[in-house]
């Protein structure tokens, strides 16, 4: 029986394939190499623009990342504002470009997260109101917060529920003029949930006026994609803090240490060098990012507050 088995044994060995592996699959897969375990950098975005341009920008910041980090970064789509907070707040996303009012929630509720840049354009950030121009024809100018009382019993959009430039402030602007949300036409507003949406609906005279993130309507301005014939801004508000890359606290231990300084400058150095950066600063409607001190939110946190957004 010892020879037939060590026959038997010898056969078997000579019928492996020259390449056959050395150890067993389940023992290989719990060695995995550097390449496998190695951390990826989440990133995500609040969803405040249509989905087709959001997935470019941020694929395309992704790429840049990539390069300029050596890590590999994916991009992580939200379906909602609360859904990116909730996501950083678990610890699924390591990275986050917020609107003011979600940047602080986001902090509030994730112990040792970092604000790290915003860009130069949101240290004095605006908000319009706009309105479809057949309906608010007969509406008088616009020249301070107190003026937005014509707006009582007239249908009436924000953004999404959560949008600082969409919904906070622009609340804000007309609880100083003396309008509640009970006083628009059936008692409450609308929420379009984006700003391109807020725009498209008040053109279309489904409401008659509304408020957006000037950005984007700058930019659906040079697109084209706005009919002055159908609507018209009725007033700009005075400035505010609003959009900044939020970080998690914890990336130095993830990723290495000085990681994360190594992220912020890399945020602040995009330049239009390259034909991606100016991709990228063009669909961000700015210049440049610029290091945000956290403290400049500090408005955003009583008002969020005041508005029962923040508890």
Known sequence: MPVVAALFLAL???????????????????????????????????????????NRLYGLVADELADTLGRKVVYVPMVDYSAAVTAFRKGDLDVVWFGGLTGVQARLQTPGARV?????????????FIGNREATAGLQPI???????????????????SSTSGRLMPQYFLQQGGVKLTDFAGGSPGFSGSHDATIALVQSGAYEAGAVNEQVWTSALRKGS??????????RTPPYPDYHWVAQGNLDRRFGPGFTGRLQAALVALKPTSQR??????????RQFVVA????????????RQLGKIR
């Not at 020259?18 to 951390?39: D, H, I, R």
């Not at 860009?119 to 319009?128: C, E, I, N, Q, T």
């Not at 706005?226 to 007033?235: A, E, F, M, P, Q």
């Not at 001190?293 to 969020?304: F, L, S, V």
């Open 12 to 54: 078997a060995a000579a019928a492996l394939p020259a390449t056959a592996a050395p150890l067993p699959l389940p023992l290989a897969q719990l060695s995995p190499g550097p390449a496998a375990t190695a951390p990826v950098l989440r990133i995500s975005a609040i969803p405040d623009q249509n989905p087709e341009k959001l």
């Open 116 to 128: 790290l840049a915003q860009r130069d354009v949101d240290a004095a950030f605006h908000s319009l």
């Open 143 to 161: 020249r301070s917060a107190a003026d937005l009382k014509q707006l009582r019993g007239r249908r009436f959009t924000f953004g999404s529920e």
């Open 226 to 235: 706005i009919d002055r014939s159908k609507v018209v801004v009725l007033w």
């Open 277 to 286: 950066r100016v991709q990228i600063l063009d669909l961000f409607g700015a």
């Open 293 to 304: 001190p956290a403290d400049q939110y500090g408005q955003i946190e009583t008002i969020g």
